[in-house]
């Protein structure tokens, strides 16, 4: 899987070499990770004004890092990914580590500062470049690390804590007591909505696999459905707030288990190509929803999409004060991206899956 520095070199050249460049997982086309991703050595990126270059520690494995990977379904393509082959050639977004260097205009950050943050500009489909052992961000971007965390742990926070955030946070402050079910409780989403749902002193119930629900107990849910031996639409159970993170179950289904005013909020996920929509993926659900949402009492949207202001720095604030902590299941070395990601595709995570380096 890896390539080599040049052949023939002298010590001292090898040497240079190495400071000019860097290893890191390589993307030329699409398709699966096994077939595409290769671990290369290739020029170190230098910061631009107004971005830090981040010596990587660690970086995190996530669907749309998938989605980007593959290709699908094929809108991502036209919506920032490259059409006949990736724009970007790392993947990776969520990223933990040390400034290397910074750009003229950066003033947050000084070389030797321990960040974390995500690569990529909001909801852009492309690859972000972590899945090296440096990476160009943004200043904006980056946050310095909390400090009671650990490298991996602060790179399983960006991506999944921002989803999080856009579905509890961004609905409003939740009231203590009001009933709140996290479907998906054991993935690195579900896993930060079911704290951060506590932190507001609202009544969670957790919905996941036989094998999560002890890992969805511990993180403060009040109690948990296995969703393998009852569907939790038909329980006559009625929720304040549904946050659907796999969204497998039609409207009407969801309408039951809501109160009248309740709000019902669309993670969306094709559970890695198995619905079969390679098109436009879980897109057509989010349209449904915009048509339906006028007409019924109920508030049916995808995920929040306005900005939430510093959302990164809401992260470290709610981290700090240990209202929240990352869920790690496995951490794999750079070398082994495509296993990683083969890993995550199966399904069985509980929280969210590492690359070190």
Known sequence: MEANLRPGLSSTDRATDREITMKAIVQDAYGSPED???????????????????????????????????????????????????????????????????????????????????????????????????????????????????????????????????????????????????????????????????????DVTGVDSTAKLEMVRSLGADRVIDYTKEDFTRRGEHYDLILDVPGIHRSSDIRRALTPTGTYVLI????????????????????????????????????ESKEIKDPLGLLKDLVEAGKITPVIDRTFPLSEVREAIRYLAEGHARGRIIITM
């Open 268 to 303: 969306g996920h094709d559970r890695f190509g198995a619905s079969g929509r390679r098109w436009i993926g879980g897109i057509g659900q989010f349209l449904k929803l915009l048509v339906l949402s006028p007409f019924v009492s109920q508030r049916m949207a995808p995920r």
């Open 36 to 202: 595409v991703l290769e671990l290369q050595d290739i020029e170190k990126p230098v910061a631009k004004e107004d971005e830090v270059l981040v010596r990587v520690h660690a970086a995190s494995v996530h669907p749309d890092v998938w989605h980007v990977v593959t290709g699908l379904p094929y809108v991502l393509r036209i919506m920032g990914a490259g059409l006949l082959r990736p724009k970007i050639k790392v993947p990776g977004t969520d990223v933990a580590g040390h400034v290397e260097s910074i750009g003229k205009n950066v003033t947050r950050f000084r070389p030797g500062d321990e960040v974390f943050g995500e690569s990529v500009r909001g909801i852009q489909w492309h690859n972000g470049g972590a899945y090296a052992e440096c990476v160009s961000v943004r200043e904006k971007s980056l946050a310095l690390k909390p400090a009671n965390l650990t490298f991996e742990q602060a790179a399983a926070v960006p991506t999944s804590g921002f989803i999080a955030i856009q579905g509890i946070h961004g609905r409003g402050r939740l009231q203590p007591g009001q009933r709140v079910l996290i479907n998906g409780a054991g993935g690195a989403v579900g896993a930060f909505a079911v704290q951060l749902a506590k932190a507001y002193r609202a």
